[in-house]
């Protein structure tokens, strides 16, 4: 029997052979799209349910609230926001303080125990997940909730969160495309394209446990948003040698982005800042200390090392020590053992203020006007303007 089809021989490369899968799922259309996110949705929903609505997670949401409001953390920390927001009420901190008043007026009726009851818990948790978190807090509450949960409660939430994952696996399969697009833009790169598609996943990912319906766009737009944030990401913690703050190295990209664009040098209100990114050892290749700097001398035999002095500053080094342990000699034994503690005198290692305060049972507080009390006496004692040399030294 003749076979008229030929089937095509399994590739060795496995880039090749993931990307062939890939090409396999075809893209949603609209329609298609939204009934997979309504299950999806309705999945997550129903997992998220069944560790919220315990009295542990509510009362950390509340903490979480509460830590917002006092200006401890920020409200994009907890709640994502719109990929296009139309107005400041359709933001992050709108939403944080509408559940903020939410939780207020649910405390007011019943201070003790606000969040006891199925119908309270219930009523609370849709305005959560209505208003949605961002994956890392709902992951806190989870684990609070795990802590107390007993044997039964912890098999349910398995179980949503089997179903959950069940879910979501063929929109993330249906999405992978926009994953291999995203990645070829930063190729060729410092990371191959591969790896590229690994963090794009993930960014995938994560956009299934944050998406809202409240958004009003469709998920490949949201999603779009996530694997480019994950790739970015990824090239700057991973493509260099030494990691440079992210800020920096997206004024590096953005700089060079310019100078693609130009085709030479960066216009004059560019140049003091492209001077400013590039004079320092950001842009110099990295140097390893047995590299040769001729044919008898390696780079390491000629950085001066600054932890060492030198031979002359050495004895003027232990004089300045002993001046400064005769000078700490005239304080209250109180204020020379914080100045001791706080600064690392005579061997000891640094201390905070609060670790001061807690060695003396007293506040970090006062551990810091009772080193202000030290350096004024110290300033106005005889030495002051012996000590005040040595500062500037």
Same mark, same amino acid.
């Given at each position: 029997m003749k076979v008229n089809q030929k089937t095509l021989p399994l590739p060795a490369d496995p880039l090749e052979l993931y990307m062939r899968e890939a090409r396999s799922h075809r893209l949603l259309t609209p329609p298609e799209e939204k009934t997979?996110?309504?299950?999806?949705?309705?999945?997550?929903?129903?997992?998220?349910?069944s560790f919220l609505e315990a009295e542990p997670a509510l009362r950390a949401i509340w903490d979480d609230l509460e830590a917002w409001k006092r200006g401890e953390m920020s409200a994009l920390s907890l709640i994502p926001g719109p990929p296009k927001p139309s107005d400041e009420s359709s933001g992050p901190t709108f939403f944080a303080g509408r559940l903020h008043r939410i939780f207020v007026r649910q405390i007011a009726r019943n201070p003790k125990r606000p969040f006891r009851g199925k119908k309270v818990a219930r009523r609370l948790v849709r305005c959560v997940m209505f208003v949605g978190f961002r994956p890392a807090p709902f992951e806190r509450y989870r684990l609070t909730t795990l802590e107390t949960a007993n044997s039964r409660t912890k098999a349910k939430i398995r179980r949503a969160r089997r179903k959950? =994952?069940?879910?979501?696996?063929?929109?993330?399969?249906?999405? @992978?495309?926009?994953?291999?697009?995203? +990645?070829? %833009?930063?190729?060729?790169?410092?990371?191959p394209y591969a790896e590229l598609i690994q963090e794009g996943n993930l960014g995938l990912i994560r956009s299934t446990e944050s998406f809202s319906p409240r958004f009003g766009v469709r998920f490949s737009t949201y999603a779009y948003l996530w694997i480019r944030q994950s790739i970015l990401r990824a090239l700057e913690n991973?493509?260099?040698?030494?990691? =440079?703050?992210?800020?920096?190295?997206?004024?590096?990209?953005? @700089?060079?982005?310019?100078?693609?664009? +130009?085709? %030479?040098?960066?216009?004059?209100?560019?140049?003091?800042?492209?001077?400013?990114?590039?004079?320092?050892?950001v842009g110099r290749p990295i140097l390893s200390l047995d590299h040769s700097v001729d044919d008898e001398t390696e780079l390491s035999q000629v950085i001066a090392d600054r932890k060492s002095p030198s031979p002359e500053r050495a004895p003027q080094g232990r004089d300045s020590d002993s001046f400064v342990r005769l000078s700490l000699s005239s304080l209250p034994d109180r204020q020379r053992l914080i100045l001791r503690l706080r600064f690392g005198i005579d061997g000891a290692r640094t201390h905070t203020l609060t670790e001061i305060g807690n060695l003396l049972g007293i506040s970090a507080e006062r551990i810091r006007q009772l080193q202000k009390q030290a350096f004024e006496n110290l300033r106005d004692g005889p030495d002051g303007s012996r000590l005040h040399e040595l500062s500037l030294d």
């Open positions: 997979l996110l309504a299950k999806l949705v309705a999945a997550r929903d129903n997992w998220l349910a959950f =994952l069940d879910t979501r696996t063929p929109l993330i399969e249906k999405n @992978l495309r926009l994953v291999m697009k995203l +990645a070829h %833009n930063f190729v060729p790169g410092p990371l991973k493509s260099r040698t030494i990691r =440079l703050p992210v800020s920096l190295t997206q004024a590096l990209r953005k @700089l060079e982005k310019e100078k693609a664009a +130009a085709g %030479n040098e960066p216009g004059t209100k560019r140049r003091a800042a492209a001077g400013a990114l590039t004079n320092p050892s």
